[in-house]
């Protein structure tokens, strides 16, 4: 089952994930899967998917009822497939390997409760570029803009779905713009320091597609780490059954 440069990472509850040097994910991957909230009736999509992450990380308790997961290369949408498999879990999990610009006819439009997606962070031509096309494109908007994400995911939404983003706190202001423009309305929003002494490195945005302007909650920020460098109870928290292997495989905030 696993290829060259692979290996299987356990999230828990008995899922592993195939993971790789190009296809691993972060703490900020993590975050989102908590932060979206997601309930056993949910029909999920999940937008630039890598190998499969947050699919996994939803089914590992209380699975959604349908899960999507979007990704543009073949071998993390490969990846993804044989993870879903190794896992049994091909009735709840749907690898679909496509652009998320060209998704019309591919997955319903107005058909999902709930879309999450952990887009590229930085301006396209901003910044030091990673090694590898896949590298680029996970941290860069060389293919997949913010305004993609946003747009792509209020078409996806049923009247009253949610899309739950990730993002650095300098694209906020992006964000709720965007989401307004596309008739999704920013409705909870939480950001993430690494320490309680330093300021806040990403933020976690939830929109309600259809939804009234106004009433946006914000939640209290979220400290990864104690000052002596281990993870905070609420970390704990969040990582839950993952926390015995949490750093293995993760890298971010």
Same mark, same amino acid.
């Given at each position: 089952?696993?290829?060259?440069?692979?290996?299987?990472?356990?999230?828990?509850?008995?899922?592993?994930?195939?993971?790789?040097?190009?296809?691993?994910?972060?703490?900020?991957?993590?975050?989102?899967?908590?932060?979206?909230?997601?309930?056993?009736?949910?029909?999920?999509?999940?937008?630039?998917?890598?190998?499969?992450?947050?699919?996994?990380?939803?089914?590992?308790?209380?699975?959604?009822?349908?899960?999507?997961?979007?990704?543009?290369?073949?071998?993390?949408?490969?990846?993804?497939?044989?993870?879903?498999?190794?896992?049994?879990?091909?009735?709840?999990?749907?690898?679909?390997?496509?652009?998320?610009?060209?998704?019309?006819?591919?997955?319903?439009?107005?058909?999902?409760?709930?879309?999450?997606?952990?887009?590229?962070?930085?301006?396209? %031509? @901003?910044?030091?570029?990673?090694?590898?096309?896949?590298?680029? #494109? /996970?941290?860069?908007? &060389?293919?997949?803009?913010?305004? !993609?994400?946003?747009?792509?995911?209020?078409?996806?939404?049923?009247?009253?779905?949610?899309?739950?983003?990730?993002?650095?706190?300098?694209?906020?202001?992006?964000?709720?713009?965007?989401?307004?423009?596309?008739?999704?309305?920013?409705?909870?929003?939480?950001?993430?320091?690494?320490?309680?002494?330093?300021?806040?490195?990403?933020?976690?945005?939830?929109?309600?597609? %259809? @939804?009234?302007?106004?009433?946006?909650?914000?939640?209290?920020? #979220? /400290?990864?780490?104690? &000052?002596?460098?281990?993870?905070? !109870?609420?970390?704990?928290?969040?990582?839950?059954?993952?926390?015995?292997?949490?750093?293995?495989?993760?890298?971010?905030?």
């Amino acid at each position: 089952m696993l290829k060259a440069g692979e290996r299987l990472e356990p999230l828990g509850n008995g899922v592993e994930i195939i993971v790789s040097r190009k296809f691993a994910f972060t703490t900020d991957t993590i975050l989102l899967a908590d932060f979206a909230n997601h309930r056993k009736t949910d029909k999920v999509v999940d937008l630039c998917t890598g190998c499969g992450i947050i699919p996994l990380l939803l089914s590992r308790e209380n699975a959604p009822a349908e899960i999507k997961g979007v990704e543009i290369f073949p071998e993390g949408a490969d990846m993804m497939s044989r993870s879903v498999k190794h896992n049994s879990l091909e009735e709840i999990i749907t690898p679909v390997c496509a652009d998320l610009k060209e998704l019309k006819g591919v997955v319903p439009f107005g058909y999902y409760s709930l879309v999450t997606c952990n887009p590229p962070y930085k301006l396209s %031509g @901003g910044g030091v570029k990673s090694r590898g096309d896949e590298a680029l #494109l /996970a941290r860069h908007e &060389e293919m997949c803009t913010l305004e !993609d994400v946003i747009s792509v995911g209020a078409k996806l939404l049923q009247f009253g779905g949610r899309l739950c983003i990730c993002q650095r706190p300098e694209r906020l202001t992006d964000a709720m713009e965007l989401m307004r423009k596309y008739d999704v309305e920013p409705k909870r929003l939480r950001l993430v320091q690494g320490k309680a002494s330093k300021a806040p490195k990403l933020f976690l945005l939830e929109g309600k597609r %259809g @939804g009234k302007n106004g009433g946006l909650v914000v939640m209290p920020t #979220l /400290a990864v780490e104690r &000052e002596d460098g281990g993870f905070t !109870d609420e970390m704990n928290s969040i990582y839950g059954c993952y926390k015995d292997n949490a750093g293995s495989c993760l890298n971010g905030l």
